[in-house]
């Protein structure tokens, strides 16, 4: 299952920048997910709940962030919101978009509690 390797590897990076900052819990967690980034939300938030069992993240508070997909065609400049990966320009019709926004998948940051 794709979204559990995926919260797995949230779980690595948010346990990695914990260790760093010599903490041992962390309190809280925010990551931002890209409506494009092809992930299931609710199956990732599922997911989440298992892979931060016996981890650092077991208590913590997860934030999530949905970011829309943005585009910008490569033939106007427009930019706009899109929803899916391959749509052309509202303005133009060209098919030539980049996408600016909408395929994050990351740990924004942590909270935590160095005296636990
Ligand atoms: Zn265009």
Redesign the pocket.
């Given at each position: 299952m794709h979204e559990l390797s995926i919260a797995q590897s949230i779980v690595e990076l948010a346990e990695e920048q914990a260790r760093q900052q010599q903490a041992s819990v962390i309190e809280e967690v925010e990551i931002e997910i890209g409506r494009l980034a092809g992930v299931e939300i609710q199956t990732l938030t599922f997911a989440l709940e298992s892979a931060v069992k016996y981890t650092m993240l077991e208590k913590a508070r997860i934030v999530r962030h949905d970011i829309d997909g943005e585009g910008r065609?490569g033939?106007?400049g427009?930019c706009f919101k899109t929803e899916a990966l391959f749509s052309p320009?509202p303005?133009?019709g060209?098919y030539a978009v980049g996408l600016l926004r909408g395929k994050e998948l990351r740990v924004k940051s942590i909270v935590i509690n160095r005296y636990v």
């Open positions: 065609c033939d106007c427009a320009c303005q133009c060209s």
